[in-house]
């Protein structure tokens, strides 16, 4: 199993961004699949999930915010941040089970 994040950088206030996280090693169709952020001092938050099925779930703090969805072709799963929050500023992570990859830092100012 490998997850590689990307697509993080440095926003505005209010701006939007696109991270993905390019899977392999297995059907990403299969997986449940999160989104997790670990920003200084804080502990590690889940703010996003999606099941095999499809069925999506939010955070309070991300909700109408973020977008997840994943394209299966492609093995990538995708987080859609809308309204960005200087709050928002974190690592930010995908997950399978107790795997995640690198992370893509998300700086908003």
């Known amino acids: 199993v490998q997850l590689v994040e990307s697509g993080g950088g440095s926003v505005q206030a209010g701006g939007s961004m696109r991270l993905s996280c390019a899977t392999s090693?297995?059907?990403?169709?299969?997986?449940?699949m999160r989104w997790v952020r670990q920003a200084p001092r804080k502990e590690r938050e889940g703010v996003a999930s999606?099941?095999?099925?499809?069925?999506?779930g939010y955070a309070d703090s991300v909700k109408g915010r973020f977008t997840i969805s994943r394209d299966n072709a492609k093995n990538t799963l995708y987080l859609q941040l809308d309204s960005l929050k200087t709050e928002d500023t974190a690592m930010y992570y995908c997950?399978?089970?107790?795997?995640r990859g690198q992370g893509t830092q998300v700086t908003v100012s």
């Open positions: 997950s399978k089970g107790q795997q």
């Open positions: 090693g297995f059907a990403l169709n299969t997986a449940f």
């Open positions: 999606i099941e095999n099925d499809g069925t999506v």
